[in-house]
């Protein structure tokens, strides 16, 4: 079976940085066709934050453009969300999502479109 494993997260101050990073494993399809780092707040939706193709391609929401990059390393089965410049507001679980079988949407991304998920790993930045 599919199983993605995050770590990375923790508390910082405004203005730092942490590195978040997911290990696959139980599946040969690494890498898929999309994959993702989505984030939750409490009472709040699950959103899109970073996505990235098999053959590199990423996109990212507006408000983490500039500071957050996603990348992926095949040979280890890692994908990787290096955050800068954290604020208050990035607060949230933080979760790396799996698309098995399709493209990226070529539109919004939501959390529907991705069927595996991690186990999420909090981000808590003060001010």
């Known amino acids: 079976q599919v199983q993605l494993v995050e770590s990375g997260g923790g508390s910082v101050q405004a203005g730092g940085s942490l590195r978040l990073s997911c290990v696959g494993s139980g599946y040969s399809a690494w890498p898929g066709p999309c994959m993702g780092w989505f984030r939750q707040a409490p009472g709040k939706e699950r959103q899109w934050v970073a996505s990235?193709?098999?053959?590199?391609?990423?996109r990212y929401t507006d408000s983490v453009k500039a500071r957050f990059t996603v990348s992926k390393d095949d040979a280890k089965n890692t994908l990787t969300l290096q955050m800068n410049g954290l604020k208050p507001e990035d607060t949230a679980m933080y979760y790396c999502?799996?698309?098995?079988?399709?493209?990226?949407?070529?539109?919004?991304?939501?959390?529907?479109?991705?069927?595996?998920w991690g186990q999420g790993t909090q981000v808590t930045v003060s001010s």
């Open positions: 990235i193709t098999s053959d590199g391609n990423t």
């Open positions: 999502g799996l698309r098995l079988f399709s493209d990226c949407p070529s539109g919004g991304i939501r959390s529907s479109d991705f069927g595996y």
